[in-house]
T-cell receptor, first 116, second 114 residues
Framework: DGGITQSPKYLFRKEGQNVTLSCEQN?????MYWYRQDPGQGLRLIYY???????QKGDIAEGYSVSREKKESFPLTVTSAQKNPTAFYLC???????????????FGEGSRLTVL | AQSVAQPEDQVNVAEGNPLTVKCTYS??????LFWYVQYPNRGLQFLLK??????LVKGSYGFEAEFNKSQTSFHLKKPSALVSDSALYFC????????????FGKGTSLLVTP
């Protein structure tokens, strides 16, 4: 079945450590996104990528980094510079047709990061 | 900037009654609007979208939404609520400044009681 796989589902990190969250999709989607979810704040965009080897900062990119070396993969690194990294992280993808009816976002099941 | 607002943090409804979850939008140009549902510790599931055309949009699990341009609203509705509809609901609008990313509201928690 096609879909988006995020791993790990739960992750614990000590302060000062970098951690990388994996996101893989087999939907043949062009665009991929990372969102952060905090209680009562909805989802906030961290980074997005519309094509391989290109990505753009979203609203809250500070303290995060990404790469897009393959169409299927869009890993997110939470660096030690991120001051409050404990959150639920969601990866999504969409078919980027360039037309008005470019499809909706498909989401993975999320990764919950807790900083100890 | 393209944005949506969900004025209610929580909506309570009895099973079998109709439900409405409210959303208003603020956009320049034509709005592309979406509704998603999230169950605890899960990802978001797409319910429906409005791109153009008929103002009444039908989606998954019996949900529908009405686009109202004069009131800048896109309320989610269901004629008869189920206990299993209890979840967190997000309204979203496409952000033309961030590729095809979506800007989400803060979410509305729906509780359907037996």
């Amino acid at each position: 079945d096609g879909g988006i796989t995020q791993s790990p589902k739960y992750l614990f990190r000590k302060e000062g450590q970098n951690v990388t969250l994996s996101c893989e999709q087999n939907l043949n989607h062009d665009a991929m996104y990372w969102y952060r979810q905090d209680p009562g704040q909805g989802l906030r965009l961290i980074y997005y990528s519309q094509i391989v080897n290109d990505f753009q900062k979203g609203d809250i990119a500070e303290g995060y980094s990404v790469s897009r070396e393959k169409k299927e993969s869009f890993p997110l690194t939470v660096t030690s510079a991120q001051k409050n990294p404990t959150a639920f992280y969601l990866c999504a993808s969409s078919k980027f047709t360039g037309g008005a009816d470019t499809g909706e976002l498909f989401f993975g099941e999320g990764s919950r990061l807790t900083v100890l | 900037a393209q944005s949506v607002a969900q004025p209610e943090d929580q909506v309570n409804v009895a099973e079998g009654n109709p439900l409405t979850v409210k959303c208003t939008y603020s956009v320049s140009g034509n709005p592309y609007l979406f509704w998603y549902v999230q169950y605890p510790n899960r990802g978001l599931q797409f319910l429906l979208k409005y791109i153009t055309g008929d103002n009444l949009v039908k989606g998954s699990y019996g949900f529908e939404a009405e686009f109202n341009k004069s009131q800048t609203s896109f309320h989610l509705k269901k004629p008869s609520a189920l206990v299993s509809d209890s979840a967190l609901y997000f309204c979203a609008v496409r952000d033309t400044n961030s590729g095809y990313a979506l800007n989400f509201g803060k979410g509305t928690s729906l509780l359907v009681t037996p």
